[in-house]
């Protein structure tokens, strides 16, 4: 347990914020504190600890000086990571941030079997949710088609910093009937030939990517993104051009290029033409849009609850990635089930474009 004292230190240095979620009230970590990272949970004996940053291998020659012994291969999904867990007899999920996230908890049910927290109610598990109904990723995964899935790729203990071996979180997702991340085995990093065909296969089928965990005591990981990837990503970050550093767009070009190296490739028309496409094609769309009066984003996501819906539009200005406009498009009961549909404002990528296309000058 952490002394309120210093739980009310930290809030005053504005490096934590007092949160609730219904009749639940917690504080979380904005920054890195005492030991615990960004995004950590405190509420009396209850910590739910962060996820941490996880590094990037630029090539797959680094994994040579990175990992020290045989490491396990897992699916890198693309979408958002929550932490679903439960206090009392309540079951939450929270972003990454540590916002307890309105959408996903009221879907928890729905994306993995709550039982598992009656025989183990201290467990936290860790996953990425995908799919094209999500309120805060605009790409989705090849994995999930429609609605949202929930893929478990790591378990930890309330209060503990300490993830569950591989193989351990594996069996457990067995008992339990837990969706989890496509898992590729285990390899030497000695003997790498078998992870560029493992990656290529995912780059083929425009996944994301791998997650590599060392098998030791010290649990070392790393990430190594595909190209097709990051021309997704490209792709639906131009969408908002100009609401985005540029060095978002900079260094998944250079991470492309690198990529096409580790992976031998020496015709590259194509990928000259993709990576053409995933800039140009969104820009026309926005162009076309900024013509109607607005750049935006558009979002649809459903709910078991009403006021869940509405929680979630409270909360997204919170939300690092989602600053600025949202507008309610509709919020309907459909089926059983409530659907939100809301926009975001561009708002750069519109001035900008509304500006030059009503005839502006500019000058460079």
Excluded at 8 to 26: I, L, M, N, T
Excluded at 28 to 54: F, N, Q, S
Excluded at 68 to 85: C, L, M, Q, S, T
Excluded at 241 to 263: G, K
Aim: with cysteine.
């Amino acid at each position: 347990m952490i002394p309120e004292s210093d739980i009310h230190a930290a809030v005053a240095e504005k490096k934590a914020k007092r949160e609730s979620f219904g009749d639940w009230a917690y504080v979380r970590l904005l920054h890195d504190w005492h030991g615990w990272p960004r995004g950590t949970l405190l509420a009396g004996e209850v910590v739910i600890p962060g996820y941490p940053k996880i590094g990037r291998v630029q090539t797959l020659s680094g994994i040579l000086t990175q990992f020290h012994a045989p490491f396990w291969v897992e699916e890198k999904v693309d979408g958002y990571n929550v932490r679903i867990f439960r206090v009392g007899d309540e079951i939450y999920a929270a972003t990454r941030g540590g916002l307890v996230c309105p959408f996903t908890t009221d879907r928890r049910a729905d994306l993995v079997d709550p039982t598992i927290f009656s025989a183990h109610p201290d467990l936290i598990l860790c996953g990425e949710v995908t799919g094209p109904e999500t309120p805060y990723v605009e790409g989705t995964s090849p994995l999930v088609p429609q609605d949202i899935g929930f893929f478990l790729f790591d378990v930890i203990r309330q209060g503990g910093k300490g993830f569950f071996p591989v193989e351990e979180r594996r069996a457990l997702a067995r008992s339990f009937a837990l969706p989890e991340v496509p898992f590729y085995g285990r390899i030497d990093p000695k003997d790498l030939r078998e992870l560029p065909a493992i990656v290529s296969r995912l780059d083929a089928q425009e996944r994301e990517g791998v997650v590599l965990k060392e098998d030791s005591l010290r649990n070392f990981r790393a990430k190594y993104v595909t190209g097709s990837a990051e021309l997704s990503d490209i792709a639906s970050m131009t969408q908002r051009y100009l609401d985005v550093p540029p060095e978002y767009f900079t260094e998944r070009v250079l991470r492309l290029a690198l990529f096409l190296e580790d992976m031998g490739v020496t015709d590259r028309e194509e990928w000259y033409r993709r990576l053409g496409k995933a800039f140009l094609s969104a820009l026309r769309e926005r162009i076309a849009a900024a013509r109607q009066g607005r750049c935006a984003g558009s979002f649809c996501c459903r709910f078991h609850a009403r006021e869940n819906a509405l929680r979630l539009l409270d909360d997204l200005g919170q939300i690092h990635g989602h600053e600025g406009e949202t507008r309610l498009v509709s919020l309907q009961e459909e089926g059983g089930s409530w659907f939100l549909r809301f926009e975001k404002l561009y708002r750069s990528t519109t001035g900008f474009l509304r500006n030059a296309l009503g005839g502006s000058l500019r000058f460079d």
